[in-house]
């Protein structure tokens, strides 16, 4: 069954994003005063009179201005327009009505589409009477909020309930599931340094212009979920804003994008770290790839422009063993060399994260765990610790996701690091792991 869809859209700065965020009822999409800020879709579930339904937060949209960028922003709010079932217009009442209101307007009265003209920064009832100037818009449902102050918020949802169409369940068809966000779904964050080519990426692996794309480095502010199935897999791609170097993000607005991607980075199973082919491996590059090692995320490094580059038969070896050096602590991430322009290798891409994935989810079974690792052990003792032997009685392995062991031994604190890295290493060498990195935790029998 299919969810409704209801569209935010209105001109920028009218505070889309926070009647979003209001209604969905915590801060997703980035708030700021600048005009502008959201220029990409930015979806959520919610839940309201017993009726759920998709909420799209969209670009502000500004049909008198012809830059590449803002026209990108009125195609990506048209999107929306033709997804939803019911469209929130959203207007300011301080500021009243203006030519791109008009022009709004006309386009969504020519959508066909219930349209719910809200009247935004209507903060006190003495303010209630600007709303009579947009009855020139010529919309029946005329709603007077405050997104900031949260008023009207209630009125306005109602009216949006009563516009939700009652969808029946149906036969599914081909490439359709009975739930939009299924357990099993693999959820992949794309990170990397602006203008790498993460949005350019997800669109090659949809086979559409799902996400907005520019030359301009930090077009993607906010972090954007997308659903994609193929071969009776579904993956949760989530495009993050690029994360720049901390003396570089100045304003406001960058620090919330930093903070945005780190969260899509948390909330992902694999996290594919996308370095430009032009640039090597930068020190930026190596900041984001540490936040993925320190968040436990599988981990796939994506070479992106490789089409670009001179090659010959010594060039990938040679790339391989630059990225294996500046990213040590990401040994066991695969590297795929690929062209979001071209396409090149792309077609890869969900293999490897399907393998990646699996890594990263399995569970070993106790008894063949501690047989193998009584001989990793046996093949090289741990060193004494002040003068006493260590001693290891049994692991286990205490989660997935990622792959984290506990380690029962007599001195914990006489594992040296180097001991530590030997089992890491002979781990992964009878288990594979590949794209996952392991977590181990050495513990004293209980009672001592």
């Known amino acids: 069954m299919r969810k ?15 009647l979003f965020n209001r209604i969905v009822g915590k801060r997703i999409a980035i708030v700021d005063d600048t005009p502008g800020v959201t220029r990409d879709r930015n979806y959520s579930d919610v839940s309201w009179d017993e009726k759920d339904f998709s909420l799209i937060d969209t670009g502000g949209f500004e049909p008198v201005k012809l830059d590449t960028l803002m026209s990108q922003v009125r195609e990506q ?5 033709e997804e939803a079932d019911v469209i929130i217009f959203l207007t300011d009442g301080a500021e009243g009505v203006n030519p791109s209101d008009r022009e709004m307007a006309g386009l969504l009265r ?21 709303v009579f100037e947009f009855n020139e818009l010529g919309f029946k449902d005329m709603v007077s909020v405050s997104a900031e102050h949260n008023i009207g918020i209630g009125n306005l949802m109602d009216t949006v309930s009563a516009h939700l169409p009652i969808l029946k369940p149906q036969a599914l068809s081909e490439g359709e599931g009975a739930e939009e966000y299924h357990e099993d779904i693999i959820k992949v964050a794309v990170i990397g340094r602006p203008n790498v ?10 086979g559409k212009k799902r996400l907005l794309v520019s030359e301009i480095p930090g077009t993607t502010r906010d972090s954007i979920d997308t659903v994609l199935e193929a071969d009776n897999k579904k993956y949760l791609f989530i495009d993050t804003a690029g994360i720049r170097k901390k003396a570089r993000v100045s304003q406001r607005l960058e620090k919330y994008s930093v903070i945005m991607a780190l969260k899509s980075l948390e909330r992902c199973d694999v996290a594919m770290l996308l370095l430009d082919a032009n640039d090597g491996v930068t020190e930026q590059d190596a900041k984001i790839a540490s936040y993925t090692n320190e968040a436990g995320r599988g ?16 060039t990938t070896g040679l790339y391989v063993n630059f990225i294996r050096e500046r990213l040590k602590f990401l040994s066991y991430a695969p590297i795929i060399f690929i062209s979001a322009k071209t396409g090149q290798r792309v077609k890869n891409v969900l293999p490897i994260i399907d393998d990646v994935f699996s890594e990263y989810s399995k569970k070993l079974p106790t008894p063949k765990l501690n047989k193998i690792f009584q001989e990793i052990v046996k093949h090289r ?10 001693k290891f009685y049994y692991i286990t392995q205490v989660s997935a996701k990622p792959p984290a062991f506990k380690i029962i031994v007599n001195h914990p604190e006489g594992v040296g690091v180097s001991y530590e890295r030997y089992i890491h290493h002979k781990l992964r060498e ?15 029998r209980e009672g001592r």
């Open 299 to 314: 981990c796939i490094i994506a070479i992106n422009k490789w089409d670009a580059v001179g090659k010959d038969n010594t």
């Open 4 to 18: 409704p869809v209801v569209a935010i859209v209105g001109r920028p700065n009218v505070g889309k994003s926070t």
């Open 381 to 390: 003792p741990p060193p004494s610790f002040k003068g006493k032997f260590i």
């Open 197 to 206: 080519g993460k949005s350019s990426l997800v669109n090659r692996l949809l």
């Open 430 to 444: 009878n288990f594979n792991f590949e794209g996952a990195p392991l977590r181990l935790f050495f513990r004293e």
């Open 110 to 130: 020519k959508s066909s589409k219930d349209v719910i003209l809200a009247v935004n920064k209507i903060d006190d009832r003495k303010h209630e009477q600007r």
């Open 77 to 81: 709010a048209q999107l929306a327009i």
